[in-house]
């Protein structure tokens, strides 16, 4: 690319309010736009260095420590590339969706390459008082699937059991959608009756039935212009099914006791703990209802599926449980509750750790502070866990991560490994998570 075309782009690049910066092949950084420095700079220049060692603190290519390069994927197909990557920042390491462009020149050889850098502000890979939390390749590849469906329209099915933030993520998905400033409304399909559902989904008019002193409005009016959130959504019966496939089919609904129809325009976010495919062969759930509310289906994994998470998600809630406290778990009692199943998932381990919280009389806390039930067999006072080898150094290894305040150069030197042992491990473990 001429040097001309180049300035252009670069101008071009820094009136872009989203961090961009441009590359060549061999992965060197040739400029970075203003917004870039500001929000992923260090007090290093960036120009000349490669992208991996400012964004990852690598010592080589993403892809030859087990990430996903796109720069090496579009250098293979010619094509722009999307991938979801653990980018380290001044604010410490975060969840950043990263597109990438190739720049072709007139012969159609690629001479640059553009990448745009978005940060997933409601997921954290840090302990966080708030929102999703969570670094585990299952986690990542569900946040990877929110990021790419939450700016469409299309109807998103969230699918796993219960206890596995179904709620947080469907705020996710709102909070990241073109109707974040709009309303989010929460419908509990478990808990209305046939008797209630229509007058809570769609309201009624004053007089409508004895009692209905004054007009109500419905939770579809309540989210007009905003995301409307059905949990449990396999829970409702077959008979009232059919009103709502035809809300959804017709975009118009009727107030009980009204006669004009009403535009409905809300964004549907379903979730569900039920096997909805099954329901419907055994036909207690209607099929064309199923199409119509899973056009995205996301499975969120299991609190065992993300078991290298437990670190991570332990801090965050024992910050949220008691934040006038600073309470941590004893490397022996995350032990104990890495090698737990968890079969209620994170709300079974926020328990656990609740109550925790109220045994403890300091800040740390010991495995003879957790509940003597959770792991199916009474605590002694010298409790033994008797895990696999490989297992106990995975979970020691995260738990140094959320410790370790450094980078990871910095921590496999405490560890006394090299840099390239530590992200094999790591990288080792994340496949075995996924």
Not at 194 to 205: I, M, P, Q, V
Not at 326 to 340: E, G, I, N, T, W
Request: proline letters at 5%; one cysteine or more.
């Amino acid at each position: 690319m001429p040097s001309r075309q180049l300035s252009e782009l670069l101008s071009y690049l820094d009136n872009k309010p989203e961090p961009h910066i441009v590359m060549d092949r061999n992965y060197t950084i040739i400029a970075a736009n203003l917004a870039y420095r500001a929000q992923h700079g260090d007090a290093l220049p960036l120009v000349g260095r490669h992208c991996y060692e400012v964004s990852h603190h690598f010592t080589r290519p993403c892809d030859e420590v087990g990430e996903s390069c796109p720069l090496k994927l579009s250098a293979a197909t010619g094509l722009p590339q999307r991938v979801l990557h653990l980018h380290q920042t001044p604010r410490g390491e975060e969840h950043v969706d990263v597109e990438l462009t190739p720049i072709h020149d007139a012969k159609g050889e690629i001479t640059y390459y553009v990448e745009m850098m978005h940060t997933i502000r409601g997921a954290s890979a840090n302990p966080s008082a708030q929102g999703l939390v969570g670094r585990s390749a299952a986690f990542s590849a569900m946040l990877a699937l929110v990021r790419r469906v939450a700016k469409s329209e299309a109807a998103v099915m969230l699918l796993g059991e219960s206890g596995t933030g179904k709620e947080l993520v469907a705020q996710a998905i709102h909070s990241a959608s073109t109707r974040a400033n709009n309303p989010y409304v929460v419908v509990d399909c478990s808990g209305v009756t046939e008797t209630l559902f229509e007058s809570e989904l769609f309201g009624y008019e004053k007089g409508a039935f004895t009692g209905a002193a004054q007009r109500k409005l419905g939770l579809v009016e309540s989210a007009s212009g905003g995301t409307l959130f059905l949990d449990e959504v396999g829970d409702i019966p077959l008979a009232l099914q059919v009103k709502l496939l035809r809300l959804l089919e017709t975009g118009t609904y009727r107030r009980v006791g009204g006669v004009e129809p009403l535009r409905a325009d809300f964004r549907l976010v379903s979730a569900t703990h039920r096997d909805l495919k099954a329901m419907v062969e055994q036909g207690s759930f209607r099929k064309d209802l199923y199409y119509r509310i899973s056009t995205f289906p996301i499975h969120l994994p299991k609190l065992s599926e993300r078991r290298d998470d437990i670190p991570l998600l332990s801090a965050a809630l024992l910050s949220r449980i008691s934040p006038g406290r600073k309470l941590h778990l004893h490397p022996d009692a995350l032990a104990r509750l890495s090698a737990y199943d968890f079969p209620g998932n994170i709300r079974e381990l926020r328990n656990i750790l609740e109550r925790a919280s109220l045994m403890v009389d300091t800040d740390t806390i010991m495995p003879e502070h957790l509940d003597p039930e959770f792991t199916g067999f009474r605590m002694r006072d010298k409790p033994e866990i008797i895990v696999p080898l490989e297992q106990a150094e995975r979970h020691y290894l995260q738990w140094a991560l959320t410790q370790h305040e450094g980078d990871r150069s910095s921590l496999a030197e405490k560890l006394g490994i090299s840099e390239r042992t530590l992200y094999r491990k790591l990288n080792s473990e994340a496949g075995k998570s996924a």
